[in-house]
């Protein structure tokens, strides 16, 4: 757990590092995910969105958007939309779209969510 935390720090996203905890533990606890996402979802991202804050974040999202619960997925909509405005090289985040249309997760079905 100590390694996971010192590897998820090393990501020096400032918005993402109170919720460094939260997230492994969503990681290692699926049962987690609905909490770490509603305590995501209050945040205000404001710094630019890098390859390695999307490493951590993208697999929690994902997850998000595969809850049974409504308002689980649109918070994670709203999250991706957020981040997603931040992404200065969209190179970062194209490693991660083929996982993201794979899980489920499409810009369709994103703006859909963040519409209702």
Not at 13 to 28: G, W, Y
Not at 81 to 89: P, R
Request: aromatic content about 4%; some cysteine.
């Amino acid at each position: 757990m100590k390694t996971m935390n010192q590897a998820c720090t090393a990501v020096g996203n400032r918005d993402i590092e109170k919720f460094i905890p939260a997230l492994i533990t969503a990681m290692a606890n699926p049962a987690e995910v609905s909490e770490t996402v509603h305590k995501l979802s209050a945040t205000t991202f404001v710094q630019a969105v890098e390859a390695p804050a999307l490493s951590i974040m993208v697999p929690l999202l994902v997850r998000g958007l595969r809850e049974r619960q409504t308002a689980i997925k649109r918070k994670s909509a709203v999250i991706i939309d957020n981040m997603s405005k931040l992404v200065d090289n969209p190179a970062d985040a194209a490693v991660f779209l083929p996982r993201s249309a794979a899980g489920h997760c499409n810009f369709q079905t994103v703006i859909l969510i963040c519409s209702a």
